[in-house]
């Protein structure tokens, strides 16, 4: 890893503004490998240096990877001034000063949409995972309002994976849907699998199939799949091997 400025990381651990490490940095024993430090653009290796603070060890994240089971009723956006939104379920440690510029969403979910968000402060990934040009599978959980029997759903099974043209909504134009694929559970349920994420996209797909979404829940983004364990609107960070398989996952896209 590149060598960061230790007030930039100390900020990222939630001890303070990089205006507050500096003060951090004068009055307390800020230790790298045994020496002390007082400058705060003093440079780092967080893979390999070992920093403590008034004799606390600090274990510096590299990046923060965090999957939520969104709850319908919040909105996936930092800041809202009629909503509640999403961050404000985190706890007081993933909202410091350097986290609310830094943690991200991977994508978003409708207001009435609930389960699997990711929150990171990668921005690589951020970038290789919604840009246009790449083809993250995610797939989703729907109930719909009207039953289809079994010759319906191989049409509509036919007409998502030939690449659907969905109706204009608000200010968004028609558009022609990359394939997808449906696997039914009964008449009114089944989980959708899409590789692009246009505006109401799943909304408009059963739209255009003159059928309407009801519940929606987002189940899996790449090979990350939502833990079951989780109620809503609770969180917890990725594990090693799961962002291991994510980055792999992203990287061959």
């Known amino acids: 890893m590149s060598l960061e400025r230790i007030d930039k990381l100390l900020s990222h651990e939630g001890l303070g503004t990089r205006k507050g490490i500096k ?7 800020v230790l790298v490998n045994g020496k002390r430090v007082t400058d705060p653009g003093f440079s780092v290796n967080p893979d390999k240096d070992e920093i403590s603070v008034d004799g606390e060890e600090i274990c510096i994240k590299k990046n923060l990877y965090i999957m939520m089971n969104k709850k319908s009723g919040y909105v996936s956006a930092n800041k809202d001034g009629l909503h509640p939104t999403v961050f404000e379920l985190l706890d007081d440690e993933f909202r410091t000063a350097y986290l609310e510029e830094n943690l991200h969403l991977v994508g978003r979910l409708d207001m009435d949409t609930e389960g699997l968000l990711l929150f990171t402060t990668d921005g690589k990934f951020i970038h290789r995972a919604t840009s246009p040009k790449t083809h993250l599978p995610k797939s989703y959980f729907v109930r719909i309002k009207n039953t289809e029997n079994e010759d319906r759903q191989k049409e509509i099974s036919v007409a998502f994976k030939k690449g659907i043209r969905i109706p204009r909504e608000d200010n968004e134009d028609e558009a022609d849907c990359k394939p997808a694929h449906i696997e039914w559970k009964n008449e009114n349920e089944c989980v959708l699998t899409i590789t692009e994420g246009k505006y109401h996209q799943v909304k408009r797909m059963f739209r255009a199939v ?5 519940y929606l829940k987002r189940l899996t983004i790449g090979s990350l799949v939502l833990d079951e364990k989780l109620a809503l609107g609770e969180y917890r960070e990725l594990t090693d091997e799961e962002i291991d398989s994510l980055l792999m996952n992203s990287s061959d896209l």
């Open 210 to 214: 003159g059928n309407e979404v009801i």
């Open 23 to 29: 003060k951090l940095l004068r009055v307390s024993e």
